[in-house]
Nanobody
């Protein structure tokens, strides 16, 4: 079982920044893909950013330039830096860990609330 604990959410004014953290209970070197998703009330959960074990990152075109995902292997933590926040970024942000092949799994964290006021 892999536990993922998100932190860093909160209330911020539009134009501000937040950095979310996702701490894993296992070595993230053993995880093929880690991602951040968000879900606003009444909407589906959407991908925000992902990073592979090799460090390759991916973002939806709408978030490129404002959001940045990174990883600290020594701390088994993945980060999401969010800049120039907008009210429409308000959502619960979730961390996901996915392993392929032998011993495959897909785990989610409990989420952290991000609220951007106008």
């Amino acid at each position: 079982q892999v536990q993922l604990v998100e932190s860093g959410g909160g209330l911020v004014q539009a134009g501000g920044s937040l950095r979310l953290s996702c701490a894993a209970s296992v070595s993230i070197n053993s995880i093929n893909l880690m991602g951040w998703y968000r879900q606003a009330p009444g909407k589906q959960r959407d991908l925000v950013a992902s990073i592979t074990r090799a460090g390759t990152t991916s973002y939806p075109d709408s978030l490129k330039g404002r959001f940045s995902i990174s990883r600290d292997n020594a701390k088994n933590t993945v980060y999401l830096q969010m800049n120039s926040l907008k009210p429409e970024d308000t959502a619960i942000y979730y961390c996901e860990a996915r392993r392929y092949g032998s011993g495959s799994y897909d785990y989610w964290g409990q989420g952290t609330q991000v609220t951007v006021s106008s």
